[in-house]
């Protein structure tokens, strides 16, 4: 039973970056999408990208072209996100999700993590 | 706005049959994407309800269920009860995006 274990909440200024992880345990890592999925206060869920690891080819939403990065370390079954130039809006909490297909970007989440909250503040 | 259409709220008493709809467009549920359900609860992570529009997953109760027909796709949940309340989101993927999309999200109230 794959499980996945996100890094801790952060606190950021505006206009700097934060990188966080997901940590996959007890099945197959490199074949499954890692996908990114954020909600912000009072807001639903908003899809922000994905990679398969043995591809090493990201998929962004076009809303975070330019400011989102998602990597996969293959060797640690690790996968970041790291999301530029911070503003308020930013604030949420992250979370990573494993798809569903095998070598598909297509497809559900499942399972997920216990999501991150990040908060942009002065 | 979300690419795909749900309504923000649903109520039901106990024991009820509710439905919860999604409404794409051709780029997405219309082009034959599937559709999936998740049941999100406040300070948890979401969890996964129906895959690829009719699946249930072993642990969900056959209480849920969906369909998908042409540019839209329905969860509904018989025999209503206190902890199906929740927020429901519909997923599927966008041609045009490239990428997936969620629906708004809709409130189940267990009245």
């Known amino acids: 039973q794959v499980q996945l274990e996100q890094s801790g909440a952060e606190v950021k200024k505006p206009g700097s970056s934060v990188k966080v992880s997901c940590k996959a345990s007890?099945?197959?890592?490199?074949?499954?999408?890692i996908t990114w999925v954020r909600q912000a206060p009072g807001q639903g869920l908003e899809w922000m990208g994905g990679i398969i690891p043995i591809s090493d080819t990201p998929r962004y939403a076009q809303k975070f072209q330019g400011r989102v990065t998602i990597t996969a370390d293959d060797s640690t079954a690790t996968a970041y996100m790291e999301l530029s130039s911070l503003r308020s809006e930013d604030t949420a909490v992250y979370y990573c999700?494993?798809?569903?297909?095998?070598?598909?970007?297509?497809?559900?989440?499942?399972?997920w993590g216990q999501g991150i909250l990040v908060t942009v503040s002065a | 706005q979300s690419v795909l259409t749900q309504p923000p709220s649903v109520s039901g008493a106990p024991g009820q049959r509710v439905t919860i709809s999604c409404t794409g467009t051709?780029?997405?549920?219309?082009?034959?994407?599937?559709v999936h359900w998740y049941q999100h609860l406040p300070g948890t992570a979401p969890k996964l309800l129906i895959y690829a529009n009719t699946y249930r997953p072993s642990e969900v109760p056959d209480r849920f269920s969906g369909s998908k027909s042409g540019t839209s796709a329905s969860l509904a949940i018989t025999g209503l009860q206190a902890e199906d309340e929740a927020d429901y989101y519909c997923?599927?993927?966008?041609?045009?995006?490239?990428?997936?999309?969620f629906g708004g999200g809709t409130r189940l109230t267990v009245l």
């Open positions: 051709s780029s997405n549920i219309g082009a034959g994407y599937d």
């Open positions: 007890g099945g197959t890592f490199n074949r499954y999408a």
């Open positions: 997923q599927s993927y966008d041609g045009r995006l490239s990428g997936s999309v």
């Open positions: 999700a494993r798809g569903g297909v095998s070598g598909s970007h297509l497809g559900w989440f499942d399972p």
